[in-house]
Structures are given as structure tokens and as C-alpha cells.
């Protein structure tokens, strides 16, 4: 009886006064001390609050109902279709839908209840791919940012093809530690490909400069990418840059030179044919015999032989086990002692290019290590 009479005093009842009404009747609703017979006349009710023409009605109506379990699934959907921020609570909240209804939301295209849908906790993988194969910019960027979503690897990965060049979406997968690798280093390639073309536009760089530096920039990125505790797909990784043509000699001592022992090691068994544990222990020979032979038959340059060798005696060493836990980058002692062996060699930059290479490495381990030491 109170229904029908609030629903007859509706008809005439200013908007305010409707509003503040029905967030009553709606807070009443989903007491559990509700009565079974008030309980089913507001039931019957519903579907016309719902259809009142006032968006602050139908706001009030959905912040009350659209985390309650118990609400009929036609007024959910009716609900949920409702534009603007009424439906986006119930597309966000509302437990009763499913994930069918929810593929059925996202597929009509309105952006704002795609990006409702991709805050809701928990979404599923099979919404969650939808979104990110179809989704706007603004949807797929909550998606990404949504932490307890099942987000799966090869969405996230269209997520990058897609949407790779938006410098805020790129911060927000580059941040999730789920990324796969194969998206992670597109992310990298996106992200050189846009700087290089600034330069090359700004004729800053004669063109082979501009891609020495694109090209080192990548490899310093996968190296810090690479770095332990949080990366564990190093395999796929190194698999992915071989199967590129980016599996260079320059990254792999980079690698080596940064204390990242566990990517060297996969690159050069990938490279090798041999397995992982094998050519670590072919590396930690002290006499260094072993290694040459695994060294001439990978086909490194003949110059950066007393790099890697030097290199590795220091990684190996006991008085180095200290700072495997620092940044990741490359590492300036190791830098140091590889240079003063070349050095000892009789060997000048001018003479070998492997050389110039590693005393412009030394320069930017030097910056970092200052930087590091500023901000201490």
C-alpha cells in the first residue's frame, strides 16, 4: 500500500523531492530486516523507478542498488543500460551480472560503460581480452590500471600494438609486473622508434648516430628490463630479441657488463646451442680455455674477447657478490677493470671500435653512479 501510494505521488512530485524519495525506498530495500511482502511490492515497483525520465532519480536509485546481491537481474540490466554515471555504477559495481551481459555491454561501443566495466574488481579474462581489442584509449588505460583484473598475456600485448605510442597507457603497462616480455619490448621499440624520429627531424644527429644511440637505448632498456627479482621470463625474452635479429654481441656483453649473469647466460646458450647449465660452467672456468672455445664458436668479434673475459672474472668473483642487489645498469668497476685490461693489452680505442665503445659505456655508468650518489 505505501508503494503504490509513493508511486501515485511520483507522478506529480518535483525531481528533488522524487530523488531524495526513492534513495528512501531504495535504502529500505536492501535492509535484511525487510519483510518478504514490502520486500515483493517493491520488487513489483522497480522497473518503474527505473524508467523515471530524471538522471538524478535514476542516480539515486543505482548508488543504492548496484552493490546488492539480491536485486532482480531484468532491473540490473534495465539499470545497467541507463546512460551517463547511473549505468556506469551498476556496470562497475552490480555482482549480478554476468559476464555474457557484460560482453554485451562492452560490445555496443559507448566508452563510458566500456571504462565502467574495466574498473569492476575482478573482471574476467574473456571481458578483459574484449576490452582490449576493441576498447577506446580511455576504457583500455582503466583496464591496464586495474590491478585485479585478469588481464591474459596476449591481451595485454594487443593492448601495446594498439595503443603503444600513448605515453600515460605505456607508463600504466609498463608498471604492471605481468607484462610479457614480448610486450614489454615492443613497449621499448615504441618508445625508441618515437625518439628517434625526433631526432631524425630535428637533424639534432647525422643518421648513423641517431641509430647507434636508438639501438644502445634498447639494449639498455632490455638489460634493466631483465633485472631479478621481478623479471622471471628471461628465456622468453632473449627468445624474442633472437627471433628479431636483436640479439646482438653489443647486448649480450652489456649484459654481462650490467651483472646480469642470468641474461647472458640465456642469450649465449640460445645463441650456442647449449644448455644453460653447460655454459655456465664452461664460463665459470677460471683458466678462461673453456670459454674461448665457447667464444669462438658463437663467432663474437675478435676485439671484445678480453671484455667478456674480464668482465666475467669480475662478476664471478667473491668481492663482487655485494652489489648484485644494486640498480640495475651497468656496472662502472666492472667497466673499469675491463678498460685497465685493455689498456694492459696495449689496446687504444683507435685501434678497436670494442674499445670506443666501452669508454662511452664507462661515461654513462660514471653519470649513474653519480646521480646515485647525489641522491643519497
Same mark, same amino acid.
Given at each position: ?35 518478504? *511482502? ?26 543504492? +542498488? ?6 532482480? *537481474? ?11 554515471? *547511473? ?12 559476464? #555474457? ?23 574476467? *579474462? ?6 582490449? !581489442?576493441?576498447? /577506446? ?9 586495474? #590491478? ?20 600515460? +597507457? ?41 641509430? #647507434? ?23 622468453? +625474452? ?30 649465449? %646458450?640460445?645463441?650456442? $646451442?647449449? %644448455? ?8 665459470? /672456468?677460471?683458466?678462461? !680455455? ?38 640495475? $645498469?651497468?656496472? +662502472? ?9 685493455? !689498456? ?24 649513474? %653512479? !653519480? ?6
Amino acid at each position: 500500500m505505501i508503494v503504490r501510494q509513493f508511486l501515485e505521488w511520483a507522478r506529480t512530485a518535483p525531481e528533488d523531492a522524487r530523488a531524495k524519495a526513492v534513495a528512501a525506498l531504495a535504502r529500505a530495500y536492501v535492509r535484511p530486516e525487510l519483510g518478504a *511482502a514490502e520486500r515483493a511490492e517493491i520488487d513489483e515497483a522497480l522497473p518503474g523507478l527505473v524508467a523515471d525520465p530524471s538522471s538524478l532519480v535514476q542516480f539515486q536509485l543505482a548508488s543504492a +542498488l548496484c552493490r546488492h546481491p539480491l536485486v532482480p *537481474a531484468d532491473v540490473v540490466l534495465q539499470l545497467a543500460r541507463l546512460p551517463g554515471p *547511473a549505468g556506469a555504477l551498476v556496470l562497475e559495481h552490480s555482482a549480478v551480472l554476468n559476464v #555474457r551481459e557484460l560482453i554485451a555491454m562492452c560490445a555496443g561501443g559507448d566508452a563510458g560503460k566500456q571504462a565502467a566495466v574495466a574498473r569492476r574488481q575482478g573482471l574476467s *579474462a574473456p571481458v578483459a581480452a574484449l576490452l582490449a !581489442e576493441m576498447a /577506446d584509449v580511455g576504457a583500455v588505460l582503466e583496464l591496464v590500471r586495474n #590491478r585485479t583484473a585478469d588481464v591474459p598475456g596476449f591481451a595485454l600485448g594487443q593492448i601495446v600494438s594498439r595503443f603503444g605510442g600513448v605515453p600515460e +597507457l605505456r607508463e600504466a603497462l609498463l608498471s604492471r609486473p605481468d607484462l610479457p616480455a614480448a610486450a614489454h619490448q615492443a613497449l621499448i621499440r615504441v618508445v625508441a622508434g618515437a625518439l628517434s624520429a625526433l631526432v631524425e627531424e630535428r637533424q639534432w644527429l647525422s643518421p648513423a648516430e641517431t641509430a #647507434r644511440l636508438t639501438r644502445e637505448a634498447c639494449d639498455q632498456a632490455t638489460v634493466t628490463q631483465a633485472s631479478p627479482p621481478q623479471f622471471t621470463q628471461t628465456r622468453a +625474452l632473449v627468445q624474442g630479441l633472437q627471433a628479431r635479429g636483436e640479439l646482438t654481441s653489443a647486448l649480450v656483453l652489456r649484459s654481462l657488463l650490467s651483472g646480469q649473469m642470468r641474461l647472458f647466460l640465456e642469450a649465449v %646458450s640460445l645463441l650456442s $646451442g647449449i %644448455s644453460v647449465d653447460h655454459v655456465a660452467a664452461l664460463a665459470a /672456468d677460471r683458466s678462461g !680455455e673453456a670459454f674461448r672455445v665457447l667464444y669462438d664458436r658463437l663467432g663474437l668479434p675478435a676485439g671484445a674477447f678480453i671484455a667478456f673475459r674480464t668482465a666475467l672474472r669480475v662478476v664471478q668473483s667473491e668481492t663482487y657478490l655485494d652489489e648484485r642487489d644494486a640498480e640495475p $645498469g651497468l656496472r +662502472l668497476r666492472i667497466l673499469d677493470d675491463v678498460l685497465a685490461a685493455y !689498456e694492459l693489452a696495449g689496446e687504444s680505442a683507435r685501434g678497436n671500435r670494442i674499445v670506443g665503445m666501452l669508454h662511452r659505456w664507462q661515461g654513462e655508468a660514471r653519470e649513474r %653512479s !653519480e646521480r646515485q650518489t647525489l641522491a643519497a
